[in-house]
């Protein structure tokens, strides 16, 4: 019996580039001075098409026949929210709220519930989808709780001037803070050494069901040699 071809991409490859995708929107968002709605959603329509991209290569090259669909529904509901947020005129507050909340309760979910499946058949990488699931259903939480006409003048007096927060400065950040949380977890996790226990089909021997020996057995024979 011949061992089954190892896979040239695995899903750590797949964690390592959300990470690096999410990485590069929370530096984005951290470093902009303008949090504004349209910069908020520049940064989320490039950070969605980029990674829905990396779902759809990933369901080919990743993941078995069986295994494709989370994969490929959080491809087309990222991919769908990153082309409509990619639309400069259409950009506002409001868009921002809805576009991003919808997004992350749908992706969330799927997430989530291909998380608790996968965890059922004993898959090592299902923990990681639960958490980013629940995380990013905690954005969906955070940003609902965000007034989108919030607007909040103050001063600080070191620096002479009057600043003003406004919902989507909170709504920009919350999503910033997000992206870094995703990016350090699913880096850390990629990088970690896998999590796989071999099987019986794996090494062509069930170590639990090899008898040991015996005083006053006869020695084994190997495989293939008869009496």
């Known amino acids: 019996m011949t061992d089954a071809p190892t896979r040239t991409f695995e899903v750590r490859h797949l964690q390592l580039a959300r990470a690096f995708l999410a990485a590069l929107a929370a530096i984005m968002i951290t470093f902009s001075a303008d949090h504004s709605a349209a910069v908020g959603l520049a940064v989320f329509s490039g950070f969605a098409i980029a990674t829905a991209l990396v779902f759809f290569v990933a369901a080919w090259l990743v993941f078995g026949a069986g295994e494709r669909i989370p994969a490929v529904l959080l491809g087309i509901v990222t991919l769908v929210a990153g082309m409509i947020t990619g639309i400069p005129p259409l950009r506002s507050t ?24 996968a965890r059922k058949t004993g898959d090592p990488f299902a923990r990681d989808a639960i958490l980013i699931g629940a995380v990013t259903l905690a954005l969906a939480v955070a940003l609902l709780l965000v007034n989108p006409a919030y607007s909040l003048e103050y001063a600080i007096k070191e620096a002479g001037a009057t600043f003003t927060l406004t919902g989507i400065t909170i709504g920009v950040g919350l999503f910033g803070g997000y992206a870094a949380i995703v990016a350090v977890f699913l880096g850390i996790a ?26 006053g057995d006869a020695p084994a024979r190997p495989a293939g040699e008869t009496a």
């Not at 794996?202 to 069901?209: F, P």
């Open 190 to 215: 990629g990088f970690s050494p896998r999590r796989t226990s071999l099987t019986p089909a794996d090494t062509g021997v069930n170590a639990s069901t090899t008898p040991t020996a015996e005083p």
């Open 94 to 117: 409001t868009l921002f709220f809805v576009t991003v909340i919808a997004w992350a309760v749908i992706s969330g979910l799927i997430e989530l519930i291909a998380g608790l499946r």
